[in-house]
Structures are given as structure tokens and as C-alpha cells.
């Protein structure tokens, strides 16, 4: 990666350039991870535990959304 300059604004603040946003799909509620290396700052985007979990059960209640809503109307019917 190329590197860039950015300015430490009031309080602390950088702004991550857009393009390096985008690229590791970092929006607004984004957790960073900060960690010091000697005399380095490493920023490190921290899944949050939805998307970590997201498409784990792909596939397990139907295909299309047809499909999980008939799984769910019979599991209702089943209680």
C-alpha cells in the first residue's frame, strides 16, 4: 500500500482516507483495533460479531426466502 499523510485534528481525531475505507469496508460503527509497535500506530478493523456469524447457517432453513418461510410456518404450527 501506498502510504499517506494525515493530519491529527482536535481531540486526537484522523481521518481515514476514503479510498482505504473502502477498500477494507470500513464504515461508521466500524471497531478499530489500536496497537503500538515502538514508534508504529497499527489501525486494525474489528469484524463485528454479526458478520463474523453472517452465512454461518446459509442454506440450513431453505434456499430462497419461500423456502424459510415455509420452515418457519411449520415450525410454528409444531409449537
Known amino acids: 500500500m501506498k502510504q499517506k ?8 481525531y484522523i481521518i481515514i482516507p476514503a479510498n482505504i475505507r473502502k477498500e477494507m469496508n470500513i464504515k ?9 509497535e515502538k514508534n508504529k500506530i497499527i489501525l486494525q478493523p474489528v469484524p463485528s460479531f454479526t458478520q463474523k456469524l453472517s452465512g454461518l447457517t446459509a442454506g440450513s432453513f ?7 418461510e415455509e420452515y418457519i410456518d411449520k415450525e410454528r404450527k409444531d409449537r
Not at 499523510?5 to 486526537?12: C, D, E, H, Q, R
Request: net charge positive; glycine share 12%; charged share 20%.
Open 28 to 36: 461508521p460503527g466500524t471497531k478499530i483495533l489500536l496497537n503500538r
Open 62 to 68: 431453505g434456499n430462497d426466502a419461500k423456502q424459510v
Open 5 to 12: 499523510s494525515v493530519t491529527v485534528l482536535n481531540k486526537g
